[in-house]
């Protein structure tokens, strides 16, 4: 039972490249979500989903684009990479209750 | 809006000695709390949560005090032991399933 598993782990873009970050669970879990956390500072939301075709904007949406076509998988799109968008991005999953687990993470830089 | 708040960025204490990590919170509409452990290069783990019915919850050495009416949420970790030293993150729940996290504390436990 791996739980929350990310990809990849590290990622280093140049200004106005594209990637998607990966994020696979594997605990049947209807809520899916996004964070973003630079040095120093909280987590931040960016996107959200209660469950499969469905999405929200959190926090920090700004520069990202998320899909959720099954309960499993929710990629996070970067389109047109930035330097502010150097950071350390976590997927969490969640059921009813308020508790989320969370992946491993990705740091990602952009030069 | 800054909902949660962690003010000490850093806290160190001696093994066996008492860890309070304090978290201040605004807009009280929502009632659940958690606590999360984060170890380097690892995603933040679930702790212990306490909903404002209660004023107190407890799990082995872990303790979550919640004063309502000073909007006050603290961690008390006894004994502290050197595996505890990590950074830890209050949230609180806004809606929808999601969490505000406040900055962190960073918590070091001296042998």
């Known amino acids: 039972n791996a739980g929350v598993t990310q990809t990849p782990k590290f990622r280093i873009l140049k200004i106005g490249q594209s990637m998607t970050l990966q994020c696979t669970q594997d605990?049947?879990?209807?809520?899916m979500y996004w964070y973003r956390q630079d040095p120093g500072m909280g987590l931040k939301l960016i996107y959200y989903?209660?469950?499969?075709?469905?999405?929200d904007k959190g926090e920090v949406p700004n520069g990202y684009n998320v899909s959720r076509s099954t309960t499993e998988d929710f990629p996070l799109r970067l389109e047109l990479a930035a330097p502010s968008q150097t950071s350390v991005y976590f997927c969490?999953?969640?059921?009813?209750?308020?508790?989320?687990?969370f992946g491993p993470g990705t740091r990602l830089t952009v030069t | 809006d800054q909902q949660v708040k962690q003010n000490s960025p850093s806290l160190s204490v001696q093994e066996g000695r008492i860890s309070i990590l304090n978290c201040d919170y605004t807009?009280?509409?929502?009632?659940?709390f958690l606590w999360y452990k984060k170890y380097p290069a690892e995603g933040p783990t679930f702790l212990i949560s306490i909903s404002s019915i209660k004023d107190k919850n407890e799990d082995g050495r872990f303790t979550v005090f919640l004063n309502k009416s000073a909007k006050h949420l603290s961690l008390h970790i006894v004994p502290s032991q050197p595996g505890d030293s990590a950074v830890y993150f209050c949230a609180k729940e806004t809606s929808g399933s999601r969490l505000t996290f406040g900055e962190g504390t960073q918590l070091t436990v001296n042998p």
């Open positions: 969490a999953a969640g059921g009813r209750t308020y508790e989320q687990y």
């Open positions: 807009n009280s509409m929502f009632d659940y």
């Open positions: 605990m049947n879990h209807n809520y």
């Open positions: 989903s209660v469950g499969a075709g469905i999405t």
